[in-house]
């Protein structure tokens, strides 16, 4: 793979599986050959702690972008693929960055001497659309949206498109929306359904595919955050696992126009 492919996994909705789906994509990936850097934008660290990544004796994506560290000084290798770990120290980054010229292009231009040496960057996001959000999108080539069957899940996502067609328009000229992916989800409840439903029409109305796959409502995923290993080391067979290696099939075969695109 010649040209390195940066994903921002955002929604400004809370729990809507954005850290799952990083962390999922990033071992799926890994796992058919792919280089991959998980990049932790998330104050929260959950992402961090979930790899059992180390958030406070080694330098972290705070001090990235506070230009205190380079890349190379922050990035640790785990098992399938390498992170940049946060800690809650981001959260000041917030504020800190508000004031200085150019604060939207400082994740892009940090990691750009590093960017080479990836097929894949995935960008973990806070649950806001703030300073940090807006970093992730000028660095990212593409945003997957994740969010659930609910109400107030899915018609925050015009917000959420709102604020990338800005970037689009001011910072990024070349992000685009991959899709929308249904997490959480479980197919037998009618509201689901009709969630579902509501979902393709904002998706439609905003020109975004609704991913075919859905990943399905499972306590595998806290079982595989509380052991700090990945979701295909501990739990393969899972039906949470089989959806994710469906979903990176999907989007990997419309990536190359294959029959699900």
Same mark, same amino acid.
């Given at each position: 793979m010649g040209t390195t492919i940066a994903i921002a996994i955002a929604n400004q909705k809370g729990g809507v599986a954005k850290t799952t789906t990083v962390g999922a994509m990033a071992a799926a990936l890994s796992q058919r050959g792919y280089k991959v850097l998980a990049v932790d934008l998330d104050p929260q660290g959950n992402l961090s702690d979930a790899t059992g990544a180390e958030c406070f004796k080694l330098p972290t994506s705070y001090e990235l972008l =506070? =230009?205190?560290s380079k890349a190379h000084e922050v990035i640790q290798s785990l098992e399938k693929f390498d992170i940049i770990p946060a800690n809650i120290m981001l959260a000041g980054a917030e *504020? &800190?960055?508000?004031? *200085?010229? !150019?604060? &939207?292009h400082r994740l892009r231009e940090t990691l750009e001497p590093i960017k080479d040496k990836y097929d894949y960057i995935l960008i973990d996001t806070p649950p806001s659309l703030g300073v940090l959000t807006i970093n992730s999108l000028v660095c990212a080539d593409e945003v997957i949206i994740p969010t659930t069957a609910g109400i107030f899940s899915a018609n925050g996502i015009k917000q959420l498109a709102d604020t990338i067609n800005n970037v689009r328009e001011y910072c990024n000229s070349q992000l685009k929306i991959s899709g929308i992916l249904l997490t959480k989800y479980n197919p037998r409840t009618t509201i689901s359904q009709a969630i579902k439903e509501l979902t393709a029409s904002i998706g439609n109305y905003i020109q975004v595919i609704i991913f075919n796959t859905y990943i399905r409502h499972s306590v595998v995923v806290e079982e595989v955050q509380a052991k700090k290993v990945d979701l295909f080391s501990w739990k393969k067979k899972s039906t949470v696992a089989e959806d994710y290696t469906k979903f990176v099939d999907e989007y990997l075969s419309r990536k190359?126009? !294959?029959e699900n695109a």
């Open positions: =506070k =230009k205190v *504020q &800190e960055l508000m004031a *200085q010229t !150019g604060r &939207e190359n126009g !294959g």
